[in-house]
């Protein structure tokens, strides 16, 4: 597998810092799962901010501060990067950091119908900005209906492909748009795309895109 399309330099800083939210930053951190120098690149910006706040003068801590960080903080374990395509036939595996949310594999009666051709699962709620994240499982030849986003839009290819106006993303490949972006996503032939996305409300355009607005809620 071929990846093409990465993180910008400025998502991944947000990303390493702890300023994406939970949605934006499950993308991002299951496109370094299996990216290489995508994880090179997020530890070069960890260990660039360890070196600044090791310049810094020590704070004073409360006496209980310790004891209150432990319970929020997880064993990381290191898993190697899965490289090869995915499968996306009837069962999907899910790669690691996704597994966490969705469990170790997904089936049919896991996709709920969205719109003709596309499943859905919601996998992070909506936040207080309304940007929450979802898998979308769309059919060979499919094409969502043209649309924006209220803010940033993050997407990670898990299997198959697209072509909208912007190029053509395949497996592995992360797609970074903004809130002024407009967009018809359709999946190539052949296979499934099965995507993670994370964004603002939807915002359909053209007079078919108006009439699903009130029933399309991505």
């Not at 310790?66 to 899910?94: H, N, T, W, Y």
Request: contains cysteine; aromatic residues 6%; proline residues 7%.
């Amino acid at each position: 597998m071929t990846i093409t399309h990465h993180p910008s330099d400025a998502t991944l800083v947000a990303y390493v810092s702890g300023g994406l939210g939970e949605a934006l930053a499950l993308v991002v951190a299951t496109h370094i799962a299996l990216c290489s120098d995508c994880r090179r690149k997020a530890g070069a910006v960890e260990a660039v901010g360890g070196a600044l706040l090791d310049d810094l003068p020590p704070a004073p801590m409360s006496e209980h501060a310790f004891a209150k960080l432990l319970p929020l903080l997880g064993a990381i374990e290191e898993k190697p990067a899965r490289i090869s395509r995915l499968a996306v036939g009837r069962d999907f595996q899910p790669p690691a950091p996704l597994r966490d949310y969705v469990g170790p594999s997904l089936s049919e009666k896991n996709w709920r119908f969205l719109a003709p051709g596309i499943g859905r699962i919601a996998v992070v709620p909506r936040s207080r900005r309304g940007v929450g994240a979802d898998l979308l499982r769309i059919k060979p030849g499919t094409g969502v209906a043209h649309h924006g986003h209220g803010g940033t839009e993050l997407t990670m290819i898990l299997g198959g492909g697209y072509t909208d106006e912007i190029g053509h993303f395949v497996t592995g490949d992360f797609v970074e748009l903004d809130g002024n972006i407009r967009h018809r996503p359709v999946a190539d032939p052949g296979e499934d795309c099965i995507c993670l996305v994370a964004a603002g409300k939807t915002r359909f355009t053209g007079f078919l895109g108006k009439l699903l607005q009130p029933f399309i809620r991505i």
